[in-house]
Each structure stands twice: as structure tokens, then as C-alpha cells.
């Protein structure tokens, strides 16, 4: 069984402060992680994965997340918040070949 | 351009009334699936496919069937469609099957049902 439970549903980030979205899994099996975003009206597009090479993972547009298998965590972090990262963002979980579990989602919004 | 493609983007019909959601992918892609995302409970999968003629069911399957006649294609059919099942619809593909490949997704399909 998999799951993912993202911890905050919205966050708020004045622009050029760092951005902290949260995300914890389980996992029978070791995990497969992503994290895509979704901007208003579009599809979703991936930012970054984990698929047990490096746990620092490096994204696009600035993003990174590391994953902590002692903590079973895998938070995205930006340190430099843009009005183009407003937008929602979801956790996703691969433990087997064929299912992807999704979080709920993050809301971004970016003051200016 | 790569891209996975839907038809239609928005759709209203009534309960009962049997409709098809089209997919189409041009990445020669073997594993596609679809998604309903509804608020709250992010996106959860409905049905999948790993390549043609083999497709399996996902975490909230009931209400709808799929085929994959055809590589590149994996409609999505609602036989009686229901209220419950006014969500928006995402289609997606990859080259391999979830666990490690990036999914590529369409762009949605806004359904109502009344």
C-alpha cells in the first residue's frame, strides 16, 4: 500500500522568500517521488523525481527536494519565490510498476 | 510537437446519456492512464493501460471502461453517466510503466452531469 499526505494545503509566499511545500509518504516498498505542478487551467508537469539515486534532487525553474527515508519526507523547496511559481503542486508516490498515488495538493500564491 | 491531446475540453451532458472521452498520444508511448482530479482529493486514478489490449483497473474505477485497440489511443467511456461523476478528467502517458518515467499529461476534460 502507498499513500502521500501533503501538509499544507495552501501557502502564501511574499516574492524573492523562500517557498517550503511538505509532503510525507508511505510506501511497502521503496518509493519512486515526484512532484508536478500545475498551473491554472493546464495539465500537470513534472518539476522533479527521486528514484533512489541521489536523495538531493535537483528540479526545474529552481526547485529541489531531498528525500529522507528516516523521516519518510520528501518537501520541495525553492529559495527564491517568483509571481510564475503561483500555481498548485502535488506529491506523488511509485511503489509499484503500475499505480501512482497523488497528495491532495499545495495552492502556491506569491504576493508581490 | 510531443504532447497527449483530449476531445473534448469541456463537455455538459445529462444522467444517463452514454459519452466518450478521447486520448491521443504521438510519443509512442506503451503505459497511458486516466485521472479525475476533483478539490480536495488531488488526482486519482481510474484505469491504466501498459500497452495494447492490457488494461487494469485503478483506485475508483467503477462508472467508466477503457480499451487500447491502438497504441496511441485510450478513450475513456462513461456508459450511464452519473452526477457524482462531474470532475475534470486528465489523460496521461509514458514511455515505460509509473514507477520511475515521467508522466506526460493532457491538457483536461471538464465534465458535468446533471
Known amino acids: 500500500a502507498q499513500s502521500v499526505t501533503q501538509l499544507d494545503s495552501h501557502v502564501s509566499v511574499s516574492e524573492g522568500t523562500p517557498v517550503l511545500l511538505r509532503c510525507n509518504y508511505s510506501?511497502?516498498?521503496?518509493?519512486?517521488l515526484f512532484w508536478y505542478v500545475q498551473h491554472p487551467n493546464k495539465g500537470l508537469q513534472l518539476l522533479l523525481k527521486?528514484?533512489?539515486?541521489?536523495?538531493l534532487v535537483k528540479g526545474i525553474n529552481g526547485f529541489e527536494a531531498e528525500f529522507k527515508k528516516s523521516e519518510t519526507s520528501f518537501h520541495l523547496t525553492k529559495p527564491s519565490a517568483h509571481m510564475s511559481d503561483a500555481a498548485e503542486y502535488f506529491c506523488?508516490?511509485?511503489?509499484?510498476?503500475?499505480?501512482?498515488?497523488f497528495g491532495a495538493g499545495t495552492t502556491v500564491t506569491v504576493r508581490a | 510537437e510531443a504532447q497527449v491531446t483530449q476531445n473534448p475540453r469541456y463537455l455538459i451532458t445529462v444522467t444517463g446519456k452514454k459519452l466518450t472521452v478521447t486520448c491521443s498520444q504521438n510519443m509512442n508511448h506503451e503505459y497511458m492512464s486516466w485521472y479525475r482530479q476533483d478539490p480536495g482529493l488531488g488526482l486519482r486514478q481510474i484505469y491504466y493501460s501498459m500497452n495494447v489490449e492490457v488494461t487494469d483497473k485503478g483506485d475508483v474505477p467503477e462508472g467508466y471502461k477503457v480499451s487500447r485497440k491502438e497504441k496511441r489511443n485510450f478513450p475513456l467511456i462513461l456508459e450511464s453517466p452519473s452526477p457524482n461523476q462531474t470532475s475534470l478528467y486528465f489523460c496521461?502517458?509514458?514511455f515505460g510503466a509509473g514507477r520511475t518515467y515521467e508522466q506526460y499529461f493532457g491538457p483536461g476534460t471538464r465534465l458535468t452531469v446533471t
Open positions: 506523488v508516490v511509485s511503489s509499484n510498476d503500475y499505480k501512482l498515488s
Open positions: 510506501s511497502s516498498y521503496s518509493p519512486s
Open positions: 527521486y528514484t533512489s539515486a541521489a536523495t
Open positions: 496521461a502517458s509514458s
